[in-house]
């Protein structure tokens, strides 16, 4: 979601501020600001709309300083607006970025119209800066006035902060939202994401829950939740400003559908010794905490959800294990009830998801006693509130649109199902079929993106169509979700999955020629099932679109349209299915003209709620 960028230096942070928040821009945002001190005054600009836009506006109208605060908001309180956007700034004093959700801001606001201060915008971000500037009127001080404010505030929040009465000074806090320092040369920077500050450091400085930072270009404290003055470490991070450029691409989105083979590569490197699945690579504890194991719960949102579910039928199917799957959002507001035993089981792209990661703190209430995260990022909140861990390796993903991530997590996830099935009836047989699929899925990727100009073809059905159904049984009931869900994110074409057999009991009612039918199916048990849907949908003028698997001897008709699938062993058939969905919303969504990056109302990072 939001993205902040900020920096203290002996140059004018401007240029780098205005980079940083170009590279936030896969986070998702409406507006974009930055403030500056300058001869101990704050100068601001902020424009509704794209980096792009502030970027032109300071063009005209330029600023300068060594000191600043930038921010791409996306709307939470308050529509989006100039007024609205960030920063926030209160009596010409004190200016504050924001990440998060304060969910007192009600009461203190009420508080704050009452001691005579007045609101220029519709945000909870507004309060933050006026409490800060209150409690400054008393101490003389802006780390104590931060420091007092934080403990009034109820909520997420990533903070940046400076004020004309210490121009030498930012503050950065964090709770619940992503906070880096990104360390530099007589300069520091802070950012959500490492990724805004590559251009000028690949040394970072990962702030823990509950810290706040005082920066100076002589000297950085930190104090923990606390108040104790504490040493985080230093960290060198292998990505290079390169590593986020689109390169020859289009778009993000494309260059990470075409980046698979090599992500999926790379999450298997160096987890196998002959062939074998080291346990290990879960941590150095797995083996201990998978041997007492005797259910797994699944915790994710969105495309994570999806991966998960996958991975349900493959821990029962497989390997006879119990497993539940739910979207954390609605696990934490609920009384759920968890097994003796129980490994939770967290999935996330960016291992910031608020709801995903509250929803593993509430299951550590409910008594879980072993919990193990599968993200991509190694410094996130998810992983360091994790027993056990395991990196899927996708490499930065900065399309809003998860490609890769969901592949690596599939790919991730079958690794857990060996190491757990051992336990129970995966035979070695099957795991030795398992593995060697595994080693084979790079290259029936890499088969699956020769699909790319068929499915271009095909996308042009879609072009003036407003609706469109999934179908897939098993394990690619949940292909078909990720589907839909991927063609309407970035196309807006309301679409719907159903498992196959559901038909009847409802969709097939929508069926008609100007709703198209997209099937997933491989050649396995379910296949002779799925194709008496597929007839259901054919017999009533249904446009039906099936991806099927090569071997299979089937002829096109004026109702069905098949694009043939490299063939595949039916464990990792999910993977390799998703390829040709993926290209199929990218196809649509260009030729829709839509944003295929950046589409409207959604964030790369939800780390709200």
Known sequence: MCGIVGGIAQRNVVPILLEGLKRLEYRGYDSAGLAVISNRQIYRKRELGKVKGLEMLLETDPISGVIGIAHTRWATHGKPSTANAHPHICRHKVAVVHNGIIENHEHLREVQLQNGYEFTSETDTEVIVHEIYHAMEATNDLLSAVKQTVQKLDGAYALGIISTDEPDTLIACRKGSPLVIGVGFGEYFIASDVAALLPVTQRFIFLEEGDIAKISINELLIYDAED???KRPIKQSQLTADAVDKGEYRHYMLKEIYEQPVAIAQTLEGRFINNRLQENAFGHNAAEV?????????????????????????FEELAHVPCNIEVASEFRYRNP??????????ISQSGETADTLAALLEAKKLGAKYSLAICNVPESSLVRESDLVLMTRAGPEIGVASTKAFTTQLTTLMLLVIAIGRRFQLSDMMEQKITSELFSLPGKIEKALQL??????????????????????????PIAMEGALKLKEIS???????????????????????MPVVTVAPNNSLLEKLK??????????????VFMDETLATANDENVQILKVPQVGNEISPIVYTIPLQLLAYHVA?????????????????TVE
Not at 452 to 477: I, W
Not at 532 to 545: D, K
Not at 597 to 603: G, H, I, S, T
């Open 290 to 314: 998978f041997d007492n194991i005797k259910a797994i719960q699944i915790l994710a949102c969105g495309t994570s959800y999806h991966a998960g579910l996958v991975a349900r039928y493959w």
């Open 452 to 477: 790319d100009d068929e499915v271009k073809n095909l996308s042009e059905r879609f072009a003036e169509k407003q609706h469109a159904l999934f179908l897939g049984r098993g394990t690619h009931y």
């Open 532 to 545: 008496s849907n597929m007839q259901e949908v054919s017999a009533r003028g249904g446009q039906l679109i």
């Open 492 to 514: 807006y074409i309301h679409a719907e999955a159903y498992p196959a057999g559901e038909l009847k009991h409802g969709p097939l009612a929508l069926i008609d020629a100007d």
């Open 337 to 346: 009830v968890l097994a003796p035993d129980t490994l939770v089981v967290t």
């Open 228 to 230: 104790q003055l504490v």
């Open 590 to 606: 260009v030729l829709k003209g839509t944003d295929v990056d950046q589409p409207r109302n959604l964030a790369k990072s939800v």
